[in-house]
């Protein structure tokens, strides 16, 4: 799915992204606001779906080769956050719906998760199993 599909589907604003950009094809995706559960299990390549809007999210995503961020619940990135990104060459999205949305949507289009199962890499899942 292109990134203008996503657009699309998300009713999504581009804050940061060139028509280039927006014909980048987007497999998978990873929801967090929690950077350190993204470094721990996003993939690269992968779309990230977030509330945060701190430059944070932005270097980590860069740090990881995320292609692109949506930023969930009406959210609009910080002004620092939005110069880095244009410095890094991240596209940044905004969507007002709510992040469970956000991802049934892409979801029900064909973007799946960037990774399939977490309990694989967490051994507290067997615990409770």
């Known amino acids: 799915m292109k990134l203008a599909e996503i657009c699309d589907t998300l009713d ?27 470094l721990a299990f996003a993939r690269p390549g992968c779309l990230l779906i ?24 009406g959210k609009v990135p910080l002004d620092q956050s939005i110069e880095i990104a244009k410095e890094l060459g991240i596209p940044l999205l905004s969507t007002k719906y709510i992040m469970f949305e956000t991802c049934g949507r892409l979801f029900q289009k064909g973007v799946s998760g960037c990774i399939q199962e977490v309990c694989a890499r967490n051994s507290a899942c067997e615990s409770s199993e």
């Not at 604003?13 to 980048?24: A, E």
């Not at 430059?55 to 860069?62: K, L, N």
């Open 12 to 38: 999504a604003r581009v804050i940061v992204g060139t028509d280039d950009q927006l014909q980048i094809d987007i497999k998978t995706a990873f929801g967090a606001d929690l950077m350190s559960d993204v």
């Open 50 to 73: 977030t509330g945060l809007v701190t430059p944070q999210c932005v270097r980590t995503a860069y740090a990881l080769d995320i292609v692109a961020i949506i930023f969930c619940r």
